[in-house]
Nanobody, 121 residues
Framework: VQLQASGGGLVQAGGSLRLSCAAS????????LAWFRQAPGKEREFVAA????????AYADSVKGRFTLSRDYAKNTWYLQMSSLKPEDTAIYYC???????????????WGQGTLVTVSS
């Protein structure tokens, strides 16, 4: 499966952005679809994930209450709505897909190319 991430950009603190990840090559059915992020000099970290079939969601504590996952079956696409953004949310955001119910980046075999989110103070 191929993943294409989009939607990053520059936003002021307190603002919002919506990231999209479109899957192609095969349906996203059966996958766990996630977002990870990597800030300069830091390791890639888990942000949020959703199971395509059941809609079960998981969020990192740092984004809980501010970020929301959703999915569009018809478009084979999932979204990360980010609100109340903070400068510490600045990172490259990657979408990823796994066949296992894990939040560990090592469990994800499929990755999008990344999209940069910059939050100014």
């Amino acid at each position: 499966v191929q993943l294409q991430a989009s939607g990053g950009g520059l936003v002021q603190a307190g603002g919002s952005l919506r990231l999209s990840c479109a899957a192609s090559g095969e349906t996203a059915s059966g996958f766990r679809l996630a977002w990870f992020r990597q800030a300069p000099g830091k390791e890639r970290e888990f942000v949020a994930a959703i199971s395509w079939n059941y809609g079960l969601r998981a969020y990192a504590d740092s984004v809980k209450g501010r970020f929301t996952l959703s999915r569009d079956y018809a478009k084979n696409t999932w979204y990360l709505q980010m609100s109340s953004l903070k400068p510490e949310d600045t990172a490259i955001y990657y979408c990823a897909a796994s066949t296992t119910p894990s939040n560990d980046r090592r469990a994800y075999a499929y990755w999008g190319q990344g999209t940069l989110v910059t939050v100014s103070s």
